[in-house]
């Protein structure tokens, strides 16, 4: 059973910036498992903000960037606005299945 | 504007089973993969499957906890997705979310389905 593996909490400074990790049990994480981030506030339904990598959606804000950093996807907020707490989740695929990480809860005080 | 709106959530018991379905309306989904995703009540996002388009076979993927349970169908010509599941158990207690593929990015709202005696 493959396992992503996110930072459970980090916490973050308004106007700062901070880096999210996403691992799998597998090895390195590559561009071939085409890296998702997801943001997901309270009550409310998940919202894309990356894909393949380094990918924007259209409402996907500029100070929210992804990368592969050491054998693993990032997400980096650079200027983080209090709007930011929120969980954030990692996707990755493998073949013919998907998985998501934990889950990162974002808090910005 | 996209809009992906899941419905046939309910209360059901262990054993029965259960048709969801998602509407979606400014996209055809007819070239894109679809997916399930759940959430269970506290607890962090978990993918159900995918279907491919037609024109790629149409073939269906499932993760592990659900595999042999459920079945993810597509209706191309009504723009709807479905998600039969049967054999449901307690654990099966989650929102259910009906997304595009990675590149279209769409999420639903969910549809709660609870499994309890």
């Known amino acids: 059973q493959t396992v992503v593996t996110q930072e459970p909490s980090l916490t973050v400074s308004p106007g700062g910036t901070v880096t999210l990790t996403c691992a799998s049990s597998?090895?390195?994480?590559?561009?071939?498992?085409?890296p998702n981030w997801l943001q997901q506030k309270p009550g409310q339904a998940p919202r894309a903000l990356i894909y393949s990598t380094s990918n924007k959606h259209s409402w996907t804000p500029a100070r929210f960037s992804g990368s592969l950093l050491g054998g693993k996807a990032a997400l980096t907020l650079s200027g983080v606005q209090p709007e930011d707490e929120a969980d954030y989740y990692c996707l990755l695929h493998y073949g013919y299945s998907q998985v998501f990480g934990g889950g990162t809860k974002l808090t910005v005080l | 504007e996209v809009q992906l709106v899941e419905s046939g959530g309910g209360l059901v018991k262990p054993g029965e089973s259960l048709r969801l379905s998602c509407a979606a309306s400014?996209?055809?989904?007819?070239?894109?993969?679809m997916n399930w995703v759940r959430q269970a009540p506290g607890k962090g996002l978990e993918w159900v499957g995918r279907?491919?388009?037609?024109?790629?076979?149409?073939?269906?993927d499932y993760g592990a906890p659900v595999k042999g349970r459920v079945t993810i169908s597509r209706d191309d010509s009504k723009n709807m997705l479905y998600l039969q599941m049967t054999s449901l158990k307690t654990e099966d207690t989650a929102l259910y979310y009906c997304t595009t593929g990675s590149y279209e990015g769409y999420w639903g709202q969910g549809t709660l389905v609870t499994v309890s005696s």
């Open positions: 597998t090895g390195a994480v590559t561009s071939s498992n085409y």
């Open positions: 400014g996209f055809t989904i007819s070239n894109a993969w």
């Open positions: 279907i491919k388009t037609n024109a790629e076979g149409g073939a269906a």
